[in-house]
């Protein structure tokens, strides 16, 4: 391994993995939800940085890490960019459409996605034709909207061109979690017409986090755009599956090579 002036080491990665997998269970080296991608770093001879475009470099490429446990379910948020808003402002928003929520404040904290109205009236829509994200009311018809290409461009933002998912098993043994690394795969070319297909299967969704504060103020958390992490490998065009056995099993349609056991 070469490190290159960003401290960011250049890794075989056909080469390094495989011999990670082949360890078994690895006791996390940091507690939380944070010791899944800490633990395979320092595997790899990554050492935290404060970069934001990339992990490591593989055959000369730019490449972010990401770690997944094998069964989480939880959605994660990916980016937060507010909508263009036309008549209706936040607070406008939460006093006609908002609740009383659960520390007594008036709330609008509600997911949206493209296949129904959810029980407060809102959905997404997409017009391909327009290039926009529509917020719909059942009501009240289009409230906010987005343009496509600025949505697209703050998901490559944050997404690498080129991603490294690594999934492994994870258990919990006197309160410590071991962490088994055992599929990979290489992703690149992130596709827009791949993030609208996530949009339209109700993959991908919207999810407003906003209350009014006691002097009438809206407060804003930052409209998410969030995932379930296991669709990830959904948003690229090309997923080169990483060998290192002879094993194979299917995960999200896409066929890899087992852990080397």
Known sequence: MVVNEQLSPEVDIKKELPKIFKKGFIKSLRSGD????????????????????????????????????????????????????????????????????????????????????????????????????????????????????????????????????????????????????????YLSELSQKNFIKLLKEGKFVVEFRMHLKSNGVARNHGTGFRLNEHYLVELYKRREVLECGFNFFQYNNILFINSCS
Do not use: C
């Open 34 to 185: 944070t010791g899944i991608g800490f633990t395979i770093e320092t595997e790899l001879g990554i050492k935290e940085n404060n970069l934001e475009d990339f992990d490591l470099t593989y055959d000369g490429a730019k490449v972010e890490l990401k770690s997944q446990r094998e069964h989480a379910t939880s959605n994660i948020t990916l980016f937060t960019k507010e909508p263009e808003k036309g008549n209706f402002k936040d607070a406008d928003l939460i006093m006609k459409y908002g609740y009383i929520d659960a520390e007594g404040r008036k709330g609008l904290k509600i997911t949206l996605t493209t296949k129904d109205f959810n029980p407060q009236g809102f959905k997404i829509d997409i017009d391909e034709k327009e290039e926009k994200i529509n917020i719909l009311h059942n009501k009240d018809g289009d409230i906010w909207h987005y343009h496509l290409d600025d949505v697209f461009s703050k998901l490559k933002k944050k997404l690498s061109k080129n991603l490294l998912v690594v999934i492994a098993e994870s258990k919990k043994e006197r309160g410590k979690e071991y962490f088994h690394y055992k599929k990979a795969v």
